[in-house]
């Protein structure tokens, strides 16, 4: 997992209701010269992603994320799975 959100060269978007996922490129944001962070939260927020889980996220994202109303759940994971188990409050021992 790339711990930049803006940075990072895809996202996954998974239903946390029924398990479905989406792979979203994010090419765009990998080669901007500035304001990766804001058009990623804004895509996000197109996508209508209700919470995000990544390593961290720059001010200005946090400001465009918080205003779309998208929780942020920052820390360090080894995959997608661990990152969704602290999203969702799961205890990665659980899973």
Do not use: Y
């Not at 804004?42 to 994202?61: D, H, N, Y």
């Amino acid at each position: 997992m790339d711990p930049r959100f803006g940075r990072a060269a895809k996202f996954v978007i998974v239903d946390s209701d029924s398990g479905a996922t989406e792979v979203v490129d994010n090419a765009e944001g990998v080669a901007a010269a500035h304001g990766a962070g804001i058009a990623a939260a804004q895509l996000m927020a197109q996508r209508g992603v209700s919470c995000i889980v990544t390593g961290r996220v720059g001010p200005k994202a946090e400001r465009a994320l918080e205003a779309a109303g998208i929780r942020v759940v920052t820390g360090e994971w080894s995959s997608v799975r661990e990152a969704l188990g602290a999203a969702v409050g799961i205890p990665a021992s659980l899973k």
